[in-house]
Structures are given as C-alpha cells and as structure tokens.
C-alpha cells in the first residue's frame, strides 16, 4: 500500500509564496514520475507540473516562471515552491506518482489534497 501525504498548503496574498510538499511512504521499489494537479473551484483537475525520476520538468503555460517542481529521490518526496502568486491559483493542490510496487507493475497513487488560497 503506498500513501501520499501533502502539507504547506493555506492563505496568502496576492504575490507571495508557498512551497507544497508531499512524501510518499510504504512498500515500493521507486517512484517513476511525479505531478501536481489542481482543482480550482468549480472546475475541472488540471495538471499544473512532472517530473520525471531523472529530473526533467514541464509545466502549465499559466504557472511557468512562477513555480519550481522538485524531488528528493532519498526521501521520496516532491514540492513545488509556488511565487508570485496570483487569486486564480486558488485550488485543492493534489500530488500524484506513478509508484513503482512490483517488477512489472505500478499504481498511480493520489494525495488527500491541500488547499491553496491566494487573496486579492
């Protein structure tokens, strides 16, 4: 079974900064890619950054420039340093990863969710 907690989420105002963290724990031999996603209010889940195991990034035009994805392979961990916010990064920040539990086999593996709130 494997678990993906996040923290660091909460309220901030327009133009600062939060850093997301979510680690995984449990039995498994590694972690392929990780994402976050977020669910704006009353929209859809939108993929928002990845990383792969070696350490290549792709974001959303909306957040490049203003968020960092990163890993720490040893501690299975993944953040995501969040400036210059702005009110419509206000969503639940999910983490996702494609975890690596048997040979041949993976399983996608969700957080709880944390919610960010940026203030005007």
């Known amino acids: 079974q494997v678990h993906m907690v996040e923290s660091g989420g909460g309220l901030v105002q327009a133009g600062g900064s939060l850093r997301l963290s979510c680690a995984a724990s449990?039995?498994?031999?590694?972690?392929?890619?990780m994402n976050w996603y977020r669910q704006p209010p009353g929209k859809q889940r939108e993929l928002v950054a990845t990383?792969?195991?070696?350490?290549?990034?792709n974001y959303a035009d909306s957040v490049k420039g203003r968020f960092t994805i990163s890993r720490d392979n040893d501690k299975n961990t993944l953040y995501l340093q969040m400036n210059s916010l702005k009110p419509e990064d206000t969503a639940v920040y999910y983490c996702?990863?494609?975890?690596?539990?048997?040979?041949?086999?993976?399983?996608?593996?969700w957080g709880q969710g944390t919610l960010v709130t940026v203030s005007s």
């Open positions: 990383i792969t195991s070696g350490g290549s990034t």
């Open positions: 996702n990863a494609w975890v690596q539990i048997a040979i041949s086999r993976s399983l996608n593996a």
């Open positions: 449990g039995t498994f031999f590694g972690i392929n890619a």
